[in-house]
């Protein structure tokens, strides 16, 4: 199990910046395909982004293209996610998640992450 601890969140007005931090304890991240999720209230889980290990591919979900980005500093074990230009439907928790052996890799389903943070909450106000 891959400790995983999130923070950035926070409350914030709509048309703001914030920028999410996960820190992985682990001393061989750039073997780790990374990704972020959201539950939204009263809503699934969902994919936001995802890293491959090398930080060489990435993805936005589509709806999110343009004001998220997902990047990675594998010196720092640390993976972010910039969201810009945030509306009040962005307001969730978002996780961190983290499955080794994906260098090359981008994953982009729940079931296909075994590592998890516990969340951190983003609230964004009309």
């Known amino acids: 199990q891959v400790p995983l601890v999130e923070s950035g969140g926070g409350l914030v007005q709509a048309g703001a910046s914030l920028r999410l931090s996960c820190t992985a304890s682990?001393?061989?991240?750039?073997?780790?395909?990374m990704g972020w999720f959201r539950r939204a209230p009263g809503k699934e889980r969902e994919i936001v982004a995802s890293?491959?290990?090398?930080?060489?591919?990435?993805s936005v979900i589509n709806s999110l293209e343009g004001r998220f980005t997902i990047s990675r500093d594998n010196a720092k074990s640390t993976l972010y996610l910039q969201m810009n230009a945030l509306k009040p439907e962005d307001t969730a928790i978002y996780y961190c998640?983290?499955?080794?052996?994906?260098?090359?890799?981008?994953?982009?389903?729940?079931?296909?992450?075994?590592?998890w943070g516990l969340g951190v909450q983003v609230v964004v106000s009309a």
């Open positions: 998640a983290a499955e080794y052996g994906s260098p090359w890799r981008i994953l982009l389903e729940e079931h296909e992450y075994t590592n």
């Open positions: 682990v001393s061989t991240f750039e073997n780790y395909a």
């Open positions: 890293t491959s290990g090398t930080g060489t591919v990435q």
